[in-house]
């Protein structure tokens, strides 16, 4: 299982800004998707952001031009700038990603999940 690791979280006012950051490792891979996620406290957990190797991004409606997501590809990364935060946009964000892994002769799809990383908008 291809490995991810979350960072950039925090605690900040509403109309603030945070930038995640998602990194990947763990030997011969290639990915395809990679996403973020979140859950608030007591919901379930819904994708904000999605993004495609070749560039394509979505986003759900709620978060639609206040998040931005981006990636480098040749450091297997994947980003997601949060500007106007508001109270709701409180919860655990997830990274995501979809690919292929490859040991020795053997290659298999993956889809890893990080660990989750604490964002909390408030005054």
């Known amino acids: 299982q291809v490995r991810l690791v979350e960072s950039g979280g925090g605690l900040v006012q509403p109309g603030g800004s945070l930038r995640l950051s998602c990194a990947a490792s763990?030997?011969?891979?290639?990915?395809?998707?990679m996403d973020w996620y979140r859950q608030a406290p007591g919901g379930e957990r819904e994708l904000v952001a999605g993004s495609t190797r070749s560039g394509y991004s979505n986003y759900a409606d709620s978060v639609k031009g206040r998040f931005t997501i981006s990636r480098d590809n040749a450091k297997n990364m994947v980003y997601l700038q949060m500007n106007s935060l508001k109270p709701e946009d409180t919860a655990v964000y997830y990274c995501?990603?979809?690919?292929?892994?490859?040991?020795?002769?053997?290659?298999?799809?993956?889809?890893?999940w990080g660990q989750g990383i604490q964002v909390t908008v408030s005054s």
């Open positions: 763990g030997g011969i891979f290639s990915i395809n998707d």
């Open positions: 995501n990603a979809d690919g292929t892994v490859y040991n020795g002769p053997i290659q298999n799809n993956f889809r890893s």
